[in-house]
């Protein structure tokens, strides 16, 4: 399995770039890395998605490194609303089994 | 709004019970991924399936069981339940067609165990 390592917690001020990197030592080659953003009692969202190099939308970053052995999601210029946990999620896009459980991802804070 | 519903929102209940949580995916969706979230914890996968079949398996325990039926809605049993039992339990749902494996969550099901 192709766990996942990512800070317990960050801390930023509003209008920051913010940078939250995760460790996956053991990724496979059919692999794809999400990122989901989970509000306290909500579902999580779905942010970015990516496999390889920098992928870009309308609200994040993923940056991965050519051996894909971590990935960076960058958040520009963060509000207090995107105080949240963030979840690494590396799994295959069919058939993931177990490869499905978030970790405990990334409590983000975000201050005035 | 994820398109996602679940029933009921709040479950308090007592030990040795057995409950029912149901999910109601996105329109055309045809995965549906059970997730159980404790205390502090991260989202522990239970259980996918897709058009009906159970397509991936994660640490589910044998007192929990789940189904989808012929319209894609599903239900997850948890049957003689225990105090740590009590969690958030999320459904998602996905389309599950090549290149497309996002997941829709669900608000969620709280479970109390008493």
Redesign the interface.
């Known amino acids: 399995l192709a766990k996942t390592t990512q800070p317990i917690s960050m801390d930023s001020y509003e209008g920051q770039e913010v940078n939250i990197t995760c460790s996956h030592n053991n990724i496979a080659t059919n692999d ?1 890395i ?1 990122w ?1 953003q989970q509000f306290p ?6 942010i970015i ?1 990516g496999y390889k190099t920098k992928v870009t939308n309308e609200v994040a970053s993923l940056f991965i490194p050519a051996d894909r052995k971590s990935s960076t999601l960058s958040l520009p210029r963060v509000s207090l609303s995107d105080t949240a946990v963030y ?1 690494c999620l590396v ?1 295959p ?6 490869k ?6 990334t409590q983000l804070k975000v201050e005035l | 709004d994820s398109g996602v519903t679940q029933t009921p929102k709040h479950l308090i209940t007592a030990t040795g019970q057995r409950v029912t949580l149901r999910c109601s995916p996105r329109s055309g969706d045809l995965s549906v991924y059970w997730y159980q979230q404790s205390l502090d914890q991260g989202l522990q996968f239970l259980i996918q399936y897709y058009n009906g079949e159970e397509r991936a398996k994660g640490n589910i325990l044998e007192r929990f069981s789940a189904q989808q039926f012929p319209d894609l809605h599903s239900e997850l049993n948890l049957s003689s339940l225990e105090l740590g039992d009590s969690a958030l339990y999320f459904c998602a749902s996905s389309p599950n067609s090549p290149g497309d494996n996002e997941q829709f969550f669900g608000p969620g099901t709280r479970l109390t165990v008493l």
């Open positions: 794809y999400t989901y009692s909500q579902g999580p969202r779905f998605q979840y799994a896009l069919t058939g993931g089994g177990n499905l459980t978030f970790g405990t991802g």
